[in-house]
């Protein structure tokens, strides 16, 4: 496979796999809906710095020990879920009554940058599936640690333009979606989400 196709195939595989409804995608479009597009990009810039921790991973085989011990697997799987579990629960038990505005508020940009972050390095499926996917589309010849930067650097690319997508649309439907009682209803209806990705995530094998 050459270079160019390689690049082709991955670009279409990653694009396909990134506009896939999943965890990411949930925690965008509420944060966006609930509070503003700043913090929904936050968010977004979270998960894309996880993926880069991945990378960083595979990149130099910390990875592969992944797709080998199953007690490395097995407790960063756990860890997730529970992470997401937390997530789901805040978000079912406390959800927003309204949109503020306060100074607080301006002020706790970090929040939704490390949700995103740890929601994402605490996916070992992130790790077995870039250690398993990403050697595919590395051409023969080539180093694998600068095609892998590469390649997790189109998945961000992607991810991060299918992000600011969602949060563009959500801007133009922000007169219903923040509505007290719709602000309220996502937080919900995300938390359920959280809490079955906790399960499937907990459940899951490799």
Known sequence: MSVTDSLLAYTLAATLLTLTPGLDTALILRTAAAEGGRKAFHAALGIDIGCFIWGALVAFGLGALLAVSELAYTMLKWCGAAYLFWLGIQLLLRPRQHFSYSQEDKNSTNNWFIH??????????????????????????????????????????????????????????????????????????????????????AMSRR
């Open 116 to 201: 995103g972050m740890l929601g994402n390095v605490l996916n070992p499926k992130m790790g077995v599936f870039y250690v398993s996917f990403l050697p595919q589309f590395i051409p023969a010849g080539h180093s694998p640690v600068g095609w892998t930067f590469l390649l997790v650097a189109i998945h961000v690319l992607i991810g991060t333009l299918w992000s600011l997508t969602l949060i563009t649309a959500t801007r133009y439907a922000s007169g219903v979606l923040k509505k007290p009682a719709v602000v309220k209803g996502m937080d919900r209806i995300t938390g359920c989400l959280f809490l079955l990705f906790a399960v499937k995530l």
